[in-house]
């Protein structure tokens, strides 16, 4: 018993760490051995035997130098050894996002695009402007390539709530999608929204909002006629829809009306007219602007014949002749344009822009407005006009053809 009981109270006596020198030697021997190498692994097991040796011998007099030392440099190394693992997680999905870019797989640039912003969003904000531009280019190719149209209409809409709220963007794109400054990028961004969502969405609607906003960008697309003429679109869209209301609520007088009811049909008929000149004036106006901006080469002669169709077809319908286009146009770009997303004033002519018809009800004759009775010709915008350089100059003629120049 008392063997056993000696045997007892010796085992629990630990040994004095401080005079472990052994130990101590080991573990420094283990930190310095380690200490040049600059793989993970070894940076890991650096740390590792570093924090054992201050943990252990940190209170030892004998190794207080060794000790200051970890403790000066342990949170250095730790750092360092963070910023590593993280270069290491990032450098793969970098490379293949930038290879994408260069080779035009936008499958991988979306891959590691969204991957990099999920994980690092502060860091990669620049890459939802990539991620919110592919799908403008693409849009504006025959035939239209659409597969990375809901993408881009995500990441254009991240971009714009991230801009507008004031988030800080190392650089406002990646390139070739690489943009000016912030009012330059929301400008392309409210573009890319809108073009996509009025041309490939068919939703011509809730496009002219974006579109509005990129022409008042301090942007390129403030003068870019594709933003216009895509509006126009919309205006298109109502106008052919007032013309059909118009010639439905003539064909719905008749010579058997009562006198009262001729009146209200006639009046109806006035407000439908009035409301498809007031629309026919807002369509005029971004056809002008449209037409104001086009490049004027010979190159792009084609595409301003359209717009001046297009100009000619409205202005028929508004006022019952082509005379006039021409001064209208300057007269309308002058003013600033009307925000398509505010309700259309009705206007109401003093005189018939042609001869009225005529309707008799008993011994009442009624006279009712003339209205327009051909549609204009609603048509695709051309292909988005290419940004310019980063030295801003002139249009040139392949910008209708070519959607995005390089910046250089």
Excluded: H
């Excluded at 007099?61 to 050894?81: C, H, I, Q, R, V």
């Excluded at 439905?248 to 000149?277: F, H, P, R, W, Y």
């Excluded at 021409?326 to 109401?348: E, G, H």
């Excluded at 915008?381 to 070519?402: D, F, H, L, Y």
């Amino acid at each position: 018993m008392a063997a056993f009981c000696v045997a007892g109270a010796t085992a629990g006596f630990a040994q004095d760490p401080c005079s472990d020198t052994a130990g101590q030697d080991a573990l420094s021997n283990k930190v310095r051995e380690l200490f040049p190498k600059t793989d993970l692994p070894s940076q890991t097991a650096k740390i590792d035997a570093g924090k054992q040796f201050v943990e252990k011998y940190g209170a030892c007099d004998s190794a207080k130098e060794f000790s200051d030392y970890l403790k000066t440099n342990l949170p250095k190394w730790e750092a360092a050894k963070s910023k590593a693992d993280l270069t290491s997680k990032q450098k793969p999905l970098i490379e293949k996002f930038n290879a994408g870019l260069t080779s035009k797989n936008w499958d991988d640039v979306y891959v590691a695009g969204k991957e990099l912003i999920a994980q690092w969003p502060d860091d990669f904000r620049a890459a939802e402007l990539v991620l919110g531009s592919i799908g403008l280019d693409e849009t504006a190719k025959t035939p239209r390539v659409t597969k990375w149209n809901e993408d881009t209409l995500k990441y254009a809409k991240m971009s714009i709530a991230d801009l507008e709220s004031g988030k800080t963007f190392k650089t406002f794109g990646v390139n070739p999608f690489t943009y000016k400054n912030k009012e330059d990028a929301l400008g392309w961004m409210n573009y890319t929204v809108g073009y996509i969502t009025a041309v490939d969405k068919g939703n011509k609607k809730d496009a002219v909002s974006y579109l509005y906003k990129a022409s008042q960008a301090t942007s390129d697309t403030a003068s870019n006629p594709v933003v216009y003429e895509t509006i126009g679109l919309y205006y298109f869209d109502e106008l052919n829809r007032l013309v059909d209301d118009v010639k439905t609520k003539i064909a719905a007088q008749s010579k058997d009306d009562t006198e009262e009811v001729a009146k209200q049909k006639v009046e109806a008929i006035k407000q439908a007219v009035a409301q498809l000149n007031g629309t026919a004036e807002r369509a005029l106006d971004v056809y002008a602007r449209a037409y104001k901006f086009a490049p004027k080469d010979e190159k792009n002669k084609a595409y301003r014949d359209k717009l001046y169709k297009n100009l000619q077809d409205v202005y028929k319908v508004r006022f019952g002749k082509t005379e006039g286009v021409d001064a209208y146009i300057a007269s309308a770009t002058a003013k600033p344009l009307p925000n398509p997303t505010t309700p259309i004033t009705p206007v109401f002519d003093p005189e018939p822009a042609a001869a009225p018809a005529t309707t008799t009800s008993g011994s009442t004759t009624t006279t009712t407005p003339a209205p327009a009775t051909e549609k204009p010709d609603a048509r695709t915008p051309a292909k988005p006009v290419a940004k310019p350089a980063a030295a801003a100059k002139p249009q040139t003629g392949a910008a209708i053809s070519s959607p995005r120049k390089k910046k250089a």
